[in-house]
């Protein structure tokens, strides 16, 4: 398994725990949820090692990894019904495979736009982030 020393989701250092709390591996990938919640279970679906790019891997592990991508994105429906997911795979500064998977709700933040990517306004107790991932883990 290849890691980054310099990588946010190969290191699992302070700074990439102050935004996500890491939830389950998958398949091809870990599962973790931004802590941020101003769109109620927003996750970031991380591959396992260290890729920059879709292209970069095997047919299978692509297909592995896009599995785990809908799987998540299947049980955050199951879990909370938001009107749509939006799918985000930036990466230009933090250059590791992963999705923001963002559930968008009517009348809420950013509907009909995009997401922003961290808009520091809904923080939970640890109590209440047990809550959402409890949600999400049971229908996965």
Known sequence: ?????????????ELQKSLMIEMCDLKASTLFLFKEQS???RCVV??????????ELSVSDRNDFMEDVCRVAAAMQKAFSPAKINYGA?????PHLHFHLVPKYEDGLSYGGTFEMN????????EEYAVIIDKIVTVL
């Open 1 to 13: 398994m290849e890691k980054s020393s310099d990588c946010l989701y190969c290191q699992r250092n």
């Open 39 to 41: 769109l109620q279970g």
């Open 46 to 55: 991380a591959y396992k090692d260290h890729v920059k790019e879709l292209f």
């Open 90 to 94: 930036y990466s230009d500064k933090l």
């Open 119 to 126: 808009p520091q306004k809904t923080y939970l107790s640890e």
